[in-house]
């Protein structure tokens, strides 16, 4: 039996999806641990509903940090700080786990490792495991590249999705001894849970749908809908696609999308049918049978990929090119044109890529590196 207890820190709906399938092997495996929630997504649909759907315990700890503005990453990321800290200081575990690139991981792998520098004040040294760790999208401009950097470079544990992320840590100086393949955590969620939702959801009754009869939207990026101009090439993008297409376009909208959409006084193209934002199983089975996936998001990309959906992507980047040379994925940019002729692409391809992000068990190969030296 371990010695001391791990703990959980996330804030967004993409980190309790991924962190999910390990916190539910820690509770199976009886594993002590404790979560700390950040509260950096607080809505029921973004937050809470996810929790009830993946079967998992609340967190001890709910913060509810909420950012002021996209400008104010340094408020946000600080008032974390502050509040994780006196929870580590108060409950020493052995190590922190964090997932991907929010602020919330931020802050959670910095505060264990501002503690561990007073090891000789508090007789700990507090470890940081990085899930999802070596990605890199090399555009500065996002929050989100600076968050996973900074994070990969303070770990102890990196469990790298692919071989690809490996190369990219240990040419930026990191020991290959903290690195770990281990596959996308992802991949295990969406196998536990695909058949739950071809169960239990009706979204496409709801919604009025048929398996293939529409191409599925996402967009919340900052880089994407904090501009004014790229909002609005995204927006007239999404008429010309419904129109060459010939397919619905259901639009799932992110409460960052709509607050800056009333802001800037835009307009959503008639025809394309604007949803509230919906639980994980919900969602899991509009992408299971879209046509197509439209996206900005990171964990859609995976989702889609997995699901062998093909994917475009509203973006100059990624950070999964293992998406793009399997062929899951076209990185299409905000210009409209370039996307409608991307989803032309996407739609008529084949849909047989080996999916690159694993075989649905990175959590098992997590957990036991991290019981390797909790002793």
């Not at 962190?19 to 509260?39: E, W």
């Not at 599925?216 to 904090?226: F, M």
């Not at 060459?244 to 639009?251: G, N, Y």
Request: include cysteine.
């Amino acid at each position: 039996m371990p010695k001391r207890k791990l703990c959980f820190v996330y804030g967004t709906r993409p980190e309790i999806i991924k962190l999910s399938p390990v916190i539910k092997l820690c509770r199976k495996s009886k594993i002590p641990f404790f979560c700390i929630h950040t509260g950096q997504h607080w809505s029921y649909q973004l937050d809470r509903i996810f929790f009830k759907e993946l079967s998992l315990p609340a967190p001890q700890y709910r913060l509810r940090i909420k950012s002021k503005a996209p400008f104010r990453q340094g408020d946000h990321t600080g008032r974390m700080l502050i509040a994780i800290e006196d929870i580590m200081l108060k409950e020493m575990p052995y190590c922190v786990i964090v997932q991907g690139d929010t602020n919330s991981a931020l802050a959670g792998a910095l505060t264990a490792e501002k503690i561990s520098t007073t090891e000789s004040y508090t007789g700990f040294h507090i470890k940081v495991a990085h899930v999802e760790a070596g990605l890199r999208s090399y555009d500065r401009t996002m929050p989100e590249e600076t968050n996973r950097f900074i994070a990969d470079h303070l770990s102890d544990f990196l469990f790298v999705p692919t071989a690809k992320e490996g190369k990219i840590l240990r040419k930026e100086g990191v020991p290959g001894s903290r690195i770990y393949k281990t596959g996308n955590t992802i991949v295990d969620t969406v196998k536990q849970c695909v058949a739950v939702a071809e169960k239990e959801s009706l979204i496409l009754d709801k919604l009025g749908l048929s398996k293939g009869s529409y191409v599925l939207l996402t967009l919340h990026r900052q880089e994407n809908v904090d501009s004014k101009k790229t909002f609005q090439n995204i927006l007239k993008s999404l008429k010309e696609v419904k129109s060459a297409l010939k397919l619905q376009v259901i639009f799932p909208m992110h409460p960052r999308t709509a607050k800056m959409l009333a802001r800037f006084k835009l307009k959503i193209p008639r025809d394309i049918k604007v949803v509230n934002p919906m639980g994980f199983l919900d969602f899991l089975w509009l992408e299971t049978n879209a046509a197509l996936v439209m996206t900005d998001s990171g964990g859609v990309q995976e989702e889609a990929c997995t699901l062998r959906i093909g994917c475009v992507t509203l973006r100059d980047n990624t950070e999964r090119p293992e998406t793009v040379e399997v062929g899951s994925n076209i990185i299409a940019g905000t210009n409209p044109v370039n996307i409608v002729k991307a989803c032309k692409k996407m739609l008529k391809s084949r849909k047989k890529w080996r999916n690159p992000l694993g075989d649905g068990k990175a959590s098992e190969r997590i957990l036991k590196v991290l019981m390797k030296y909790n002793r």
